[in-house]
Each structure stands twice: as structure tokens, then as C-alpha cells.
């Protein structure tokens, strides 16, 4: 297995971490088979991707095997916020049949925090999501995590994260605190 050195461009405050951690307590009191969950959002730039990163991040600090898939295949914020270039393959190679599990799963500095970046962009995210490879990836990678969090794209603008959101155990919708109306 490959290895990624992260390298977080700011660290989380006390209180930040602390929204992480409760975040994580919520998600495992969900229930033991909610295992696989997707990540997103109605819009852009409503944190996403943060949540999703700093969601497994806090799951792995808790000792807790976790897979991190950026399922942005459109237009991923991890590749710069990670320094990410020079991958070579990841999850659009898996589910184009261009590289078998083991070349798209990275171990990390982090201890327990495994990745999958979106690889190359392809033109046509929805179908290879729509892939049954998606499902038997994830099935696969079951045994092996005990979380898998897939940062998906805001439903507002594609469809994504409603075809992965049918493989996954369960969904999280991110809300932008300062753009978000109260009224229901």
C-alpha cells in the first residue's frame, strides 16, 4: 500500500475539534451498521468537504479504522488543501476497471486515517458512480474499516451524491451556518 503524507494547511481550534468529536459521538450512536456514510451539501462552498475530512480524521483519532474517499470526481478542494498532485491513481481509475483496490487505497501520517482520492476528472462522474464497482468496492473495503466517509458534490448542482447515497449505510447533509435560512 501506497503512502500519503498529509499535510494540513491549518489546525482545527479546541472548539472546532471539539464540534468534530460530537459529530463523531452522533454518528456512532446511529447504530454499528451504519458504517458507510456519504457527505454533502445543497450548495457550494458550504464545507463539505471539511466536514468530511475532519469527521474521519476525528474517528480515527478515537482509534477507529477509517477510509476517507474523496467521491468529488468534479471538482475536488482536497487535491490543493492536501497537496494532493502526483497521486497516481484513485477512485475514478477503481470504477473505470483502470486499477484494482489495492493501487487506489493510501495509508497516511495520520494513524487509522487510510485514503482514496478522486483521481483523474472524468467526464462522466454519474455513471461511474453508478457503477456496480462502486458497491463491490465498498463492500470490500467493509472488512477492512470500520467507517467509510465519501465526500460527495452539493446536490444542488449534480447528482452524485444521491447515486452514492444509495450504496451507503446512511447521509449527512452540511449546512452552512452563515447562508442557511432558519425558517422552515
Known sequence: MDKIE????????NQEKEVYRTLRTNLE???VENRVIAITSCTPDDGESTVAYHLARALAQAGKNTLHIDGDMRKSVLINRLNLYGVEKGLSHYL???AQMSEVVYATNKKNFFMIPCGTFPT????LLGNPRLETLLAGLKKTF???IIDT???G???DAAVVSKVADGSVLV?????SSKAL
Open 96 to 98: 473505470s476497471g483502470q
Open 29 to 31: 450512536f446511529t447504530g
Open 153 to 155: 458534490p452539493p446536490l
Open 6 to 13: 498529509l499535510k494540513d494547511k491549518y489546525e482545527l481550534t
Open 124 to 127: 462522466n462522474p454519474t455513471e
Open 157 to 159: 448542482n449534480v447528482i
Open 175 to 179: 449546512l452552512a451556518a452563515d447562508k
Open 146 to 148: 470500520e467507517y467509510i
